[in-house]
């Protein structure tokens, strides 16, 4: 336990804060020599520092002393004291973005008040001392009314799971405080650190522009009132000011830890003096914390929140440009903007572009300049993108000592030996520099934001551009992301010295020197060090192209342009029917302004029963070895800690998976299958406590084994399952058709899994009841949940209540793999008899979720000269992962032909056994990654005959009345009408003759074009119900049916068709959660065809109820809807109706769509933009077009991470996923969409066989997001083909920006002037 200081006394001489020692204080008075300048004072001492504070959360002020921990986050306070739920968490990692708020304070730079929003998950709740905190129930509400920025969202059809949605809201109204009048390119550019998994941002971002003064008139909202926009204090009645309670020095006594906030760097040198013993951390921003969890403020003895320091808040415009240490991003790129109006600033432009792409805006907002390069420091190959630009202009650390007081000023790259205890930087100096000197920097990374960089560079290039651009005296050239030691590139820079650039000898000698002189790390955690090498040289000479200009051939000239990506837009086009409205009505979801406004409860925001308690996981962290024995002592001595659970206190069976092939064991008992696997449950007084603990039970392991992580090292080993296989499929003979067509045609594609990645993680409450047990899960499959708890707890299902409300998104997620979570709450409930939450932290959830499989796929294909397939063989290689329950190996046999005709077939489906978490059903998860094999087999073929790979696709594309290759008749195909109409809307020839030309111009920019159709087959098999009452008192109605609302909007559609069908007014009808009751042994919610079958239910319900009407009706035509009911129900006719909608495999038919998406590549960086997607998807008769175009573009880009950003990475040694935070897994961003989004709705298609005439949606659009690959794919080809490299290759998923550059094949040869 730390000492607690006494108050610090100042010398008024030279400002040295004291501590007294006894003798020196009596009453009060302090008389002694200064510690530091000798001078004799006498003071009354200052008054004793706060041991407690003030802020504001929405009107309301709180006071807090030390009853939280000194790590409690502001999210933590919102959501444990309850005043948010709509402030959601995730990542915990200031990576998603679901827990923005508004906070409001004083900036010392202007010393006014700003609104900024922040990440309250990283934000520690003891800086927040006088701020003004607004979140999402702070701007308005159903009762007093909701805030424009809430409507928009809702109108604009902007939620689906509604996770994302406050946080959206909340990123908007802090924009809007700073910039009341923006662009749109301005309001996209802010939308770079909140995540949707389900929207594809495209209705998002449309809802924010319409607050954009240059927004079309289409988006602009109406009436939008600035002054609504602002909040007013309740207190003054004014706009806030952000100093709510004041602010003040500040000493708070933790049980392990003491908080200081200092108010004069004097105090803050004391203190650093003081505590030379501890484990000493100073605050700014915290976020650090983010990127390194051992600098989490629970592991400091002494925190000191260096925020109120003025001398580290300063800064200048002047001979320099200082950056005092305080200086948040944000203000420093405002900074740096304002300098380069000052010619010998001008380059500060270039380095507040380059700082703007840290992080993203909330980090920004919060992170400190000094915070950043204090990671550089902390770890050497921290990928700082401040550290690269300050080290490449030349800038000054000025950093002072405290013990002495002493400032010193140091080079970026000397500050990295210097040794940081009791140092403080005080502020950052930027240099003048002259017109001669050239400045670039570069930040290469996997999406278009908010993330690290693979590699980020900085170049200073003195030059004299009138003598063949001399380098005139040493440049620099600075590099992150290399390896621990490297940070610039010595030998070359010392190389250029007095050297022409402009000679081609000169940038021949360079880049070997350089080559020679790179040689980066490799960590199976980061790009390959191939790649990170290529980049520092490409990047160099993109620098050269710059600097020697018109030297260089216009050709390649380009190659030293970045792309730009301009503002995106989209276009949206669907029929609809107003006679039946509200049916086929584009309205948006019923509940999305209560998911933007926070009111919408899921699991995690019901509110705590007495003594509830918390649960997590305890997971292996090896993947492949025997349990010798678990010791959970270490975590059952902290306090807080209520019991540890694992296999053998399991009463019933330990399976979580019901009727399984191989069942799953609840929690592992011996045979450890997997890095992650739960071996036990620590159950806890708080979420907190729950988590920390999980990390102490120590597992002890025995027979460690090598891992299977890879896919091809599995097949190479054979590891496969043999049960519960689907068969090979044959179809004709396809070797003798291959062997005696005109081609062959062999090749192998691979292509990764992806996670889910929903922003409510995996979460289920259990609370004991008279009856049992009530269970409130987060899962698609209340009737398997049941009886998996059933089986776990050995107790009657009837005893077992299940009930979904909502999901915060699921795309197959919570299918089979939400048991575990469910049985292990149910379970600790059941034995300790006390309500208990068990929410998996997303670290857990990204290790013990299992995923969408990854594939490897060999063929052998024949095909006559014009392009006809004769024959396809094929061996189909899906990851299983541990257990084969979920296995998607058979995916092939059913949605592998696509949309395409071949007579003779032979599939081998193949699953492999590995050491990875069992994977799982993710969004078309049998058609993705067939459809995707199929698409690569066919460009194959084009490319091989030469031919447009449009052309030989819609040679071989089925005819209607064809049969498909699993025999079905495909009576209403419509593909080929598709294929003509998209060809025209999209002017597919005419671009593809503009890409063409654009390739021959452009050496190191390429363009690419593709087209990928999709056919998929939707089976009715699944068995709903759906019950419907009518309430005598009022006619007013409700619904509950057994599908789950997990964002597609299948509350919405219920609705609809049950007004439509009792003819009565939508918001007459009620949805009400599902649950075991009513709606018990009903299907999964999966595989699109809920929806419909839900709403066929609620149709059968609805024609029974007016059938008993009928009657009564005839006696009165002319009577209203109430005056019916009423009647109904004195003459005793039952107003209750449900309806079973029984399954069957002969309900099939086929959805299809087809989608071209264009790209442009930078061909040295690897960097690409989507330039345009548009899809043309067959509906049916959509019974919500705003929903189904919501649910197309959702799915798409959804699609578009799998095939391009998200890529999984396991340790080889270990078994464990490396990719386990939102700092490595990277799903798009609002800024990874194409640029140009153009959606239709094909008009006049009825389903002669759909429910409503309408055709499903969730899944079949995101099997045509592989167009972006094979788009990329292409331009690839186009980069090949300047060096003469014609010959195929696979381009593997996913295409991420490194894998996308190593393949175009750009060798130093190449790097030429002309
Ligand atoms: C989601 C996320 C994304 C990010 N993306 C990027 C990125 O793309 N590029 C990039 O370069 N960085 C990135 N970062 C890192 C980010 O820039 C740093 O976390 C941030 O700048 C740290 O500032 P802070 O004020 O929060 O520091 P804190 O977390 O408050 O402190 C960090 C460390 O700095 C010390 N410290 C703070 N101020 C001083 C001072 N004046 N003198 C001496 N020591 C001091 C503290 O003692 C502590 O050890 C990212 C971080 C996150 C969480
Ligand atoms: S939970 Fe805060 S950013 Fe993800
Ligand atoms: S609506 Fe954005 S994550 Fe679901």
């Not at 250029?496 to 790179?518: H, M, N, P, R, S």
């Not at 001595?637 to 998976?657: E, I, R, Y």
């Not at 199929?934 to 031919?947: D, N, P, Q, R, Y």
Request: aromatic share 8%; charged share 15%; net charge neutral.
């Amino acid at each position: 336990m730390p000492v607690v200081s006494p108050p610090l006394i100042r010398c008024p001489h030279c400002k040295a804060g004291h501590v007294p020692s006894s003798g020196e204080l009596v009453e009060g008075v302090y008389a002694a020599n200064c510690q530091a300048c000798g001078h004799f004072f006498k003071t009354r001492a200052v008054p004793t520092p706060k041991s407690q504070f003030s802020f504001t959360v929405n009107g309301q002020t709180h006071t807090v002393g030390n009853q939280f921990s000194a790590g409690t986050t502001l999210n933590d306070f919102l959501r444990d004291t309850g005043i948010s739920h709509g402030t959601k968490v995730m990542c915990r990692e200031a990576g998603c973005g679901c827990c923005t708020v508004a906070a409001t304070l004083n900036d010392p730079v202007t010393n006014k008040p700003k609104t900024i929003n922040i990440n309250s998950c990283l934000c520690p709740l003891y800086i927040v001392e006088g701020w003004t905190i607004t979140t999402t129930e702070g701007l308005g509400n159903g009762r007093t009314g909701y805030h424009q920025i809430h409507q928009q969202l809702a109108a604009h059809n902007g939620t689906q799971c509604g996770y994302c949605s406050p946080g959206m809201v909340m990123a908007m109204y802090s924009f809007l405080q700073k910039n009341p009048s923006p662009t749109m390119a301005e309001v996209e550019d802010h939308f770079d650190g909140n995540l949707c998994r389900c929207t594809g941002y495209r209705s998002i971002l449309d809802a924010m522009k319409s607050f954009a003064k240059d927004a079309p008139h289409h988006l602009k909202a109406t009436g939008v009132d600035i002054e609504d926009l602002t909040r007013v204090c309740k207190r003054t009645g004014e706009p806030c000011r952000g100093q709510c309670g004041g602010t003040g020095p500040l000493q708070i006594v933790f049980a392990s830890s003491v908080w200081y906030k200092p108010t004069s760097l004097a105090d803050l040198y004391s203190l650093l003096n003081q505590h030379t013993r501890d484990r000493v951390r100073m605050i700014f921003g915290n976020t650090a914390s983010g990127v390194y969890s051992d600098l989490k403020l629970d592991n400091f003895d002494t925190l000191i929140d260096i925020r109120d320091v003025p001398e580290l808040n300063t800064h200048t415009i002047g001979t320099n440009v200082v950056l005092g240490g305080n200086i948040t991003i944000t203000t420093a790129i405002d900074l740096l903007r304002e300098a380069c109006n000052n010619t010998l600033f001008s380059y500060c432009s270039l380095l507040a572009d380059h700082m703007a792409r840290v992080g993203n805006t909330p980090l920004r907002n919060a992170a400190s300049v000094a915070g950043n390069l204090v990671l550089k420091h902390y770890s050497p190959d921290f990928q700082s993108d401040i550290f690269v630009v300050f080290a490449a202009v030349g800038a000054i650390a000025n950093i002072a000592s405290s013990v002495d007081g002493k400032v010193t000023q140091y080079s970026m790259l000397d500050f990295l030996d210097l040794n940081l205890a009791q140092k403080v930087i005080l502020s950052i100096e930027l240099p003048p520099l002259d017109a001669g000197v050239v400045v670039r920097c570069y930040k290469i990374m996997p999406v278009a934001v908010n993330s690290h960089s693979y590699v980020s560079a900085a170049f200073r290039f003195p030059v004299d551009r009138s003598n063949n651009c001399t380098i005139t005296a040493k440049p620099s050239i600075v590099y992150a992301g290399i390896s621990f030691t490297l940070n610039n590139a010595e030998k070359t820079e010392q190389y250029l010295v007095g050297k022409a650039l402009g000679d081609a000898q000169t940038l021949k000698g360079a880049l070997q020197t350089l080559q020679q002189e790179i040689k980066p790390d490799e960590d199976p955690l980061l790009s390959s060090a191939a790649y990170r090498k290529s980049l520092c040289l490409s990047l160099f000479y993109k620098t050269c192209l710059v600097v020697c200009g018109n030297v260089v051939g216009s050709r390649i000239r380009t190659g030293g342009d970045n792309l730009v990506r301009p503002v995106s837009s989209g276009k949206q086009d669907f029929p609809t029917k107003q006679d039946e409205w509200p049916l086929t009505k584009p309205i948006p979801k019923l509940t999305a302004i209560k998911q933007a406004a926070g009111e919408a409860v899921y699991v995690n925001d019901k509110p705590l029963r007495v003594g509830e308690l918390h649960a997590a996981f305890v997971t292996t962290i090896v993947g492949n070895a025997r349990i010798q024995r678990i010791d959970a002592s270490p975590a059952l001595a902290m306090s807080g800690v209520v019991k540890f659970l694992s296999a053998p206190d399991v009463p019933g069976t330990n399976n979580c998976f019901p009727g399984s092939a191989a069942g799953e064991e609840l929690f592992c008992s011996n045979q450890v299958l997997y890095a992650g696997q739960p071996v036990g449950l620590i159950v806890a007084e708080s979420q907190q406590i729950a988590d920390a603990a999980a990390k102490m039970v120590k597992v002890y392991y025995t027979d460690i084994q090598p891992p299977l992580v890879d896919i091809r090292e599995a097949i190479r080993q054979k590891s496969f399952f043999t049960q519960n296989m689907p068969k090979e499929m044959k179809i004709g003979d396809a070797a003798s058709a291959i062997s005696s067509a005109a081609h062959q045609i062999t090749g192998d594609i691979q292509f990764g899994g992806q996670s889910h990645f929903c922003l409510e993680t995996m979460i289920c409450r259990s609370e004991p009841t008279e009856v049992g047990i009530s269970v409130f899960p987060a899962t698609q499959w209340i009737d398997l949940t049941q009886k998996a708890v059933a089986m776990v707890l050995g107790i009657e299902q009837n005893k077992i209540q299940i009930e979904v409300s909502r999901l915060g998104g699921s795309y197959g997620a919570k299918l089979t793999r939400s048991f575990s979570t469910s049985c292990a709450s149910a379970l600790a409930a059941h034995l300790l008899q006390r309500p208990v939450k068990l929410m998996m932290n997303f670290n857990t959830q990204m290790e013990t979720t299992g995923k969408r499989p990854s594939y490897y796929a060999q063929y052998n294909v024949g095909v006559s000269d014009a392009g006809l397939l004769q024959g396809i063989k094929l061996t189909y290689y899906s990851e299983c992962g541990a257990l084969p329950n979920d296995q998607l190996a058979g995916g092939f046999s059913y949605f592998g032909d696509n949309v395409y005709n071949c007579p003779n077939w032979d599939i081998i489906p193949v699953g492999v056994k590995m050491n990875t978490p069992p994977t799982t059903y993710a969004r078309g998860p049998g058609a993705t990654p067939a459809i995707f094999v199929m698409e690569t087999i066919m460009e194959h073929v084009a490319e091989s005959l030469g031919k447009s790979a449009l052309e030989v696709k819609t040679l071989n594309m089925y005819q209607k009345g064809q049969k498909a290759f699993n025999n079905y008749t495909l009576s209403y195909c419509n593909i080929r009408e598709l294929a003509s109409s998209l060809s025209t809307s999209a002017q597919i020839a005419a671009r593809q003759a503009a890409v063409d030309v654009f390739n021959q111009n452009n050496r190191w920019k390429k363009k690419g074009l593709a087209v990928v159709p999709t056919k998929y087959i939707m089976v009715n098999d699944s068995s709903y119900n759906a019950l419907v009452n009518i309430y005598a008192g009022d006619g007013s109605v409700t619904v509950t049916h057994a599908g789950i609302e997990n964002g597609q909007g299948i509350n919405t559609k219920v609705a609809q068709v049950c007004a439509y069908e009792l003819g009565i007014p939508l918001d007459s009808v009620k949805v009400l959660p599902t649950n075991s009751s009513a709606n018990a042994n009903t299907a999964v919610t999966g595989g699109s065809t809920t929806s419909e079958q839900n709403c066929e239910a609620v149709i059968s319900a609805c024609m029974t109820l007016n059938a008993r009407m009928a009657p009564v009706k005839a006696t009165m035509p002319n009577a209203t809807w109430l005056e019916l009911v009423k009647a109904c129900y004195q003459k005793g006719v039952d107003l209750s109706a449900l309806a079973w909608v029984y399954g069957s495999s002969d309900r099939m038919y086929q959805c299809y769509g087809i989608t071209c998406t264009e790209v442009e590549l930078d061909v040295l960086t690897g960097e690409y933009l989507l330039l345009r997607s548009d899809i043309l998807y067959d509906c049916g008769e959509s019974m919500n077009p705003e929903i189904d175009i919501g649910q197309v573009e959702g799915a798409f880009v959804m699609g578009l991470g799998l095939w391009l950003t998200e890529k999984i990475k396991y340790d080889p040694v270990t078994g464990r996923n490396l990719t386990n935070t939102a700092w490595e897994y990277k799903p798009p961003s609002a800024k990874d969409i194409p640029v140009d989004f153009r959606v239709q709705l094909l008009k006049n298609a009825p389903n002669p066989v759909g429910v409503l005439r309408s055709k499903a949606v969730g899944e079949p659009p995101l099997c045509m997001s592989c167009s972006a690959l094979f788009a990329l794919k292409h331009a690839i080809s186009a980069s090949r083909k300047d060096v003469a490299q014609t010959d195929h290759f696979p381009l593997n998923g996913p295409a991420t920006v490194e894998n996308v550059q190593q393949q175009c094949m750009c060798g130093l040869d190449q790097f030429v002037y002309q």
